[in-house]
DNA sequence: TACCAGGTAAAAA
DNA sequence: TTTTTACATGGT
């Protein structure tokens, strides 16, 4: 086992608690994301090898550093630079927050979140692949149980890297989710049809049909028009792409319920807005709407907002 | 026991 | 073209 390290520099400011913490959710481990103690683990694929990345703080909010660590066997100084651009690229590190605050100025709710979660950076799939498969798991069902899915295909069917007596997880490839097959997914609680649909998106990846991960290179109307001519990808799933791991600030999946929960709380006193009338509320955080729901999420997720008794639809 | 949950495709109107 | 309905699972 060998290691090397190389150090990052944020884009300041940024919280690194709050953003990686963001990726799992504020609760220690989900899926191939850990979070220990401070130490945020992910174990990645480069090139075929498996190698175990680990980031910490090293600085502060204002004046932030990462110390990025690469374990596993033969680890060269290429899979150093490889995984520390990986972890640069999924904690946001780049993404510029000024914008954002200064636009948010005067804005009652948006302007108290943001300075409650000052520093968090919005975060990003380590591949395209991941965050479509995940997003369609998670369709349509609570977020306990998409949890509990996404966890259990990922322990049975991501590649597995014992490091100090743990065992890391990757996220499974398509290629081995084409050879689990439908039977294999449906034991990891998919349904038929959506895992017909994973299925379908992992053999056009391996037909060379589809490169999901040179979408980075399109604009965001031709993501949504590539992406929702898969089956199983509508607006909402092609939209939460755009945001989670194609890192655009100004998409809106508007279909989304929860969205329309955490909107209706802060900004309706518990009234359920419609698809529309989301939609034309959101003008008001453009061209940030993406940003404005990774704060809105994180701050229902971190308990910064006060709950409304009843829902009104 | 029902109904709901960070939707979508296909059928029906 | 717009509006329902089946889908599947774990929580409440």
Redesign the pocket.
Known sequence: MESLTAELYPKPPFDFGLTAGSHT?FRGTYGADMLEDGDYRRLLNIDGRLVLAHVRSTGTTNEPALMVTAQGPQVSGKDLAAVSDLMAWNLGIDADMGGFYQSVKGEPVLESVTSQLYGLHPTRAVSVFEAMVL??L?????????R??RTLLIETYGQTLGVDGKTYHCFPTPATLLEAGIDGL?KM?????????VLGIAQEIEDGALDLEALKHSTDEEVVARV?R?????????H?LL??ALSRTDAF?S?????K?VVSQLYFNGRILGDREVEEFSVRWSPYRSYA?VYM?AAD?QGLIAPVDQ?RR
Do not use: C, M
Not at 189 to 197: G, M, N, T, V, W
Not at 230 to 238: D, E, F, I, P
Not at 255 to 259: E, F, I, P, Q, S
């Open positions: 959710y997003a369609i998670g369709q349509q069902i609570a977020a306990a149980v998409a509990i899915v449906r609680k998919l349904s038929q049809r959506k895992a017909e649909y929702t898969l089956r199983g990808v509508g607006h909402w799933t092609a939460w945001i989670r999946p279909g989304d319920l929860a969205l929960r729901i999420f997720r829902i």
